[in-house]
């Protein structure tokens, strides 16, 4: 079955670290773009970051809420991928998607979206 | 990056129309045609609708359909079942890497 299985959330108190992880099955992990996506209480989804593929030198981007704080990496040989969260606020709590992306180019042009989604994990930020 | 904006929810009795709404910038949702929607049921995973505006993949009823004018993307779901009460996201490609998302939109069917 094609599917995404994040797990590692909990609760952490402010300025700690977490590292959250997602489990790819069903396809060729190696092959493709993977992304963070989170969304807090109450709030709408929000791009968290992507790792490319080892073709694209497993290049990383991040939103600028994240960026320095968090670390995006993955291990085609265990078809995973990690979320290392570190000095976590308050307002990072939310629920965490790894969500695989599509982002190519073909005969009809450039191709970018998201297909395949995990049911995400829980990260409450708290004292 | 401020958030697509959607209605916080729609509803419709089944067999009829809805059109979910979703502005974003001229930076966002009016320079690309990368925009995609996706419904999420609770404490599922959400799944891929529309993509580049208007294209359906494959398994996804006819009844969901995209378009987009100016700033502004729509989904519309015709024909309205009961399968189809659930959260829907647009997405909008925004500068060279990143993604914004819209706020959510809560479709019930009456």
């Known amino acids: 079955e094609v599917q995404l299985v994040e797990s590692g959330g909990g609760l952490v108190q402010p300025g700690g670290s977490l590292r959250l992880s997602c489990a790819a099955s069903g396809f060729t992990f190696s092959d493709h773009y993977m992304d963070w996506v989170r969304q807090a209480p109450g709030k709408g989804l929000e791009w968290v970051g992507r790792t490319r593929n080892k073709a694209n030198s497993y290049t990383t981007e991040y939103a600028a809420s994240v960026k320095g704080r968090f670390t995006i990496s993955r291990d085609d040989s265990k078809n995973s991928l990690y979320l290392q969260m570190n000095s976590l606020k308050t307002e990072d709590t939310a629920v965490y998607y790894c969500?695989?992306?599509?982002?190519?180019?073909?005969?009809?042009?450039?191709?970018?979206?998201?297909?395949?989604w995990g049911r995400g994990t829980l990260v409450t930020v708290s004292s | 990056q401020s958030a697509l904006t959607q209605p916080r929810s729609v509803s419709g009795s089944p067999g009829q129309s809805v059109t979910i709404s979703c502005t974003g910038t001229?930076?966002?949702?009016?320079?690309?045609?990368?925009v995609s929607w996706y419904q999420r049921h609770p404490g599922k995973a959400p799944k891929l609708m529309i993509y580049e505006v208007s294209k359906r993949p494959s398994g996804v009823p006819d009844r969901f359909s995209g378009s987009k004018s100016g700033n502004t993307a729509s989904l519309t779901i015709s024909g309205l079942q009961a399968e189809d009460e659930a959260d829907y996201y647009c997405?909008?490609?925004?500068?060279?890497?990143?993604?914004?998302f819209g706020e959510g939109t809560k479709v019930t069917v009456l």
């Open positions: 001229n930076s966002d949702v009016g320079h690309y045609n990368f």
């Open positions: 997405c909008s490609k925004v500068g060279l890497y990143s993604w914004v």
């Open positions: 969500a695989r992306e599509r982002d190519y180019y073909d005969s009809s042009g450039y191709h970018w979206y998201f297909d395949l």
